[in-house]
C-alpha cells in the first residue's frame, strides 16, 4: 500500500545543481525515515542521505555531506534532496525508500535490506 514516486532527475554537466523529490502516499508519514539510494552500472547500491520525520534528523553519507541537502515537506508527504555541484561520480539512478524509523536508527540506515517499500528510480546523469 506503501507508494513512494521520485521525480526530479535529469542530464547536467558537472558542477550543475537538481532538486529530487519522493512523493510518499499510503503511510503515517511522521512514522517513517525516508532514505535516498543511489546505483550506478555494475555498482552495489549506495545510501546516500536519509531524513527521520518525526525528528527532522538527517544522515549524509561522506562523498555527498558538503553538497547535498535533504528536507521533509510534511503538507506534501514529500522528500527532496538538493543535489549540488554535482560530478560524474554521481550519475546513477536514484531511489527513495521507506522504513519506519525504528528499523532504521542510528547507522542502520544505510542498509538497504532494512527498508521494504521503494521508489521506481530517476536517473541522474552528470557529465564532465
Known amino acids: 500500500e506503501v507508494q513512494l514516486v521520485e521525480s526530479g532527475g535529469g542530464s547536467v554537466q558537472a558542477g550543475e545543481s537538481l532538486r529530487l523529490a519522493c512523493a510518499a502516499s499510503?503511510?503515517?508519514?511522521?512514522?517513517?525515515?525516508i532514505t535516498w539510494f543511489r546505483q550506478a552500472p555494475g555498482k552495489e547500491r549506495e545510501a546516500v542521505s536519509s531524513?527521520?520525520?518525526?525528528?527532522?534528523?538527517?544522515a549524509y553519507a561522506d562523498s555527498v555531506k558538503d553538497r547535498f541537502s535533504i528536507s521533509s515537506d510534511n503538507a506534501e508527504n514529500t522528500v527532496h534532496l538538493w543535489m549540488n555541484n554535482l560530478k560524474p561520480e554521481d550519475t546513477a539512478v536514484y531511489y527513495c525508500?521507506?522504513?519506519?524509523?525504528?528499523?532504521?536508527?542510528?547507522?542502520?540506515?544505510?542498509?538497504?535490506?532494512?527498508?521494504?517499500?521503494w521508489g521506481q528510480g530517476t536517473q541522474v546523469t552528470v557529465s564532465s
Open positions: 531524513i527521520f520525520i518525526s525528528s527532522g534528523g538527517t
Open positions: 499510503g503511510l503515517i508519514f511522521e512514522d517513517y525515515a
Open positions: 525508500a521507506a522504513s519506519l524509523t525504528t528499523h532504521v536508527n542510528g547507522p542502520l540506515w544505510v542498509h538497504s535490506l532494512r527498508y521494504n517499500s
